[in-house]
């Protein structure tokens, strides 16, 4: 039989319409992981790629983190007849004395995440996995438990992850030190900014780790905690004014905004939205939280994400390493099943009674504060403007966090070779080298301000070069202004949107001077020197660099910086291919005049920089 790599997917030819669809959809992806649980049930080992830690912990993972789908499954009163397997793991993977052990936790560690979703099955299912457990098991379960959560965890999203597990430990009458758990309820308030929006950690990052962590488990736990019914009430206002904004990062077709890292947990970006139904807070009228979480779920059920097993793959819209992070194991993409959280709540909970609700966007971009961005819904495209965040830490950081520009139809690409400036892929961004081989992109900001529509930043690609950058939102376009202060002559390459290239070279592109334009069977994408200056090269960029599609061309706009003051003016643009896409190419955005934008910075700029520039703290 032939591998096709859309019908692995366990999800494909699913409606996902209803609960009852939601459900087989869980089911289905579960399915797969059985042949790959360890005789003991412990352990579920589903390839031999490593990730940072070490081998046991991964194999935790495996085994963990189904639980976020299975345990909200059986609470809401579904059948599951794989507990016994679950019994048996918890029991061995807790035992000193097993081969299966997971390995003692005696500091910051990997278990610690993934105890936490044993914790919230223990809190919603004492019955079926704490209660049948012989007592020694149990012993040896709340012990390794207790140890695990005595240690530190990272100081960011995994804070929540003791306050979980302890809720577990509470519901099965197991003593610990709950100062331990106030403690870190108080240090989470300090990553609150305001009007709904958190920062992920000390680090200051704003990802969808914002929805899927932060607001996430604050959720479960306004509706799980007892006797906080204080804070339950301000996690649930902060998620309904977060969900104003966060509707933004999605389109109109359940694609979620591609930025940031840790994207191979997939339609875990969708779990926001099944959690404000776990706790009853209707942000939105549930026929638009319903549609979002649904549309989300349809999308990801028409991709190549799983491999011919049937096991999700590491990777966004196809296997891929490249985009992943060094925490990520084969086990990791299962984090994805946090978005069945829902399937806690009974039929008749009017998030599924509700009528499933289209998206209700305007053309009118839509400014974001916090996440220093600002959105643009074109033709069931979300686009963001982005002011840029620093990550210096994680594989790719600057490609996933400082480009100017993303999208949830187009993505972004990675680069696989950095000492090859000239096989760059540079979408939505601009790049810059001295020596034709090595090269340099936004990686951090000096300045980041916001005014209304505009975005400003300075950022320094060497010591002693500067570029202030400005980012507009103009119809189907939008417009990049860059002013280079540098003593040296430099050579620089500006991507537009990478398209899907198809396999049979049926692709029409065009280089001239002053422009770049490349139209696939699906999509057309165009970048323009507002100024003439440099000449355009529709690229076909390396194999597996972006996210959703393994092959893709970028436009591009290429040419001489002499040393002094140099101002570059782009306008870029990416349509499904149809009428529109042809009537927007015909008719790019004039220059705008950049003292026009100097002082509208000048006057109504709100500075960001506190957010998104790590150098102020």
């Not at 990052?205 to 804070?231: E, N, S």
């Not at 000492?419 to 961004?429: L, N």
Request: aromatic fraction near 12%.
């Amino acid at each position: 039989m032939t591998y096709d790599p859309v019908t692995a997917n366990p999800l494909f030819g699913n409606p996902l319409q209803t609960r009852e669809d939601v459900e087989k959809g869980l089911r289905d992806l579960f399915a797969p992981l059985l042949p790959f649980f360890s005789k003991g049930g412990a352990r579920v080992r589903l390839d031999e790629a490593g990730a940072h830690f070490d081998r046991a912990a991964a194999d935790l993972e495996g085994f963990a983190r189904p639980l976020w789908g299975l345990a909200p499954l059986a609470a809401g009163g579904a059948d599951f007849g794989h507990w016994e397997l679950y019994r048996r793991g918890l029991a061995n993977g807790t035992d000193p004395n097993h081969p299966e052990y997971w390995g003692a936790v005696n500091g910051t560690d990997q278990r610690q995440v993934e105890l936490a979703a044993i914790g919230f099955a223990m809190k919603l299912l004492p019955h079926l996995v704490w209660d049948p457990l012989p007592q020694e098991a149990k012993d040896n379960l709340a012990a390794y438990l207790i140890q695990a959560r005595s240690f530190r965890y990272s100081d960011n999203n995994w804070k929540f992850f003791r306050i979980l597990l302890d809720l577990g430990l509470e519901q099965c009458g197991v003593d610990f030190d709950r100062s331990l758990t106030t403690a870190y309820l108080e240090e989470l308030e300090a990553f609150y900014l305001g009007d709904g929006w958190y920062r992920d950690g000390t680090v200051r990052r704003i990802d969808h780790y914002i929805p899927f962590a932060m607001h996430f488990y604050g959720l479960i736990y306004a509706r799980l905690a007892k006797d906080d019914d204080k804070r339950a009430a301000e996690y649930k206002e902060r998620a309904r004014l977060f969900a104003q904004d966060m509707q933004h990062w999605f389109d109109e077709e359940g694609r979620a905004l591609a930025f940031g890292r840790s994207l191979t947990y997939r339609f875990a970006c969708g779990g926001f939205w099944g959690a404000l139904a776990f706790a009853d807070v209707e942000a939105l009228p549930w026929g638009v939280i319903k549609g979002h979480f649904l549309r989300h779920l349809r999308w990801w059920s028409t991709q190549p994400i799983a491999h011919g097993n049937g096991v999700l793959s590491v990777g966004y819209g196809y296997p891929n390493l490249f985009m992943s992070e060094s925490y990520n194991s084969a086990g990791s993409p299962y984090w994805a099943l946090k978005a069945f959280l829902p399937l806690a709540l009974p039929p008749e909970h009017p998030f599924w009674t509700a009528e499933e609700l289209p998206a209700d966007y305007t053309r009118e971009p839509v400014p974001l504060k916090h996440p220093g961005m600002v959105m643009q819904h074109v033709s069931k495209n979300v686009v963001a403007l982005s002011s840029g965040q620093q990550n210096w830490e994680m594989r790719a950081g600057a490609e996933k966090y400082a480009k100017f520009v993303y999208s949830s139809r187009y993505a972004f690409s990675v680069e696989v070779n950095h000492r090859a400036y000239h096989q760059g892929a540079f979408d939505g961004a601009l790049a810059l080298s001295d020596d034709g081989r090595h090269y340099r992109v936004r990686e951090a900001n000096e300045v980041a301000q916001i005014a209304g529509n505009l975005l400003f930043a300075k950022w320094k690609p060497w010591s002693d070069i500067t570029v202030e950058t400005w980012l507009l939102p103009a119809g189907d376009w939008h417009i990049r202004v860059h002013r280079i202060n540098t003593p040296r002559p430099l050579h620089g390459t500006e991507g537009g949107f990478a398209i899907a290239r198809a396999d049979a070279n049926s692709d029409v592109y065009s280089d001239q001077q002053g422009k770049a334009w490349a139209q696939s069977p699906t999509d057309v994408s165009v970048i323009v020197d507002l100024a003439g200056l440099r000449e355009g090269r529709a690229f076909r960029a390396l194999p597996n660099t972006n996210l959703i599609w393994s092959k893709t061309i970028v436009p591009q706009l290429r040419g001489e910086i002499a040393a002094g003051t140099t101002v570059l003016m782009t306008a870029a643009m990416a349509l499904p291919a149809g009428p529109q896409a042809q009537t927007s190419l015909d008719n790019p955005p004039p220059s705008p005049e950049l003292a026009e934008l100097e002082a509208m910075v000048a006057r109504a700029g709100i500075d960001v920089s506190a957010i998104l520039v790590p150098e102020r703290f």
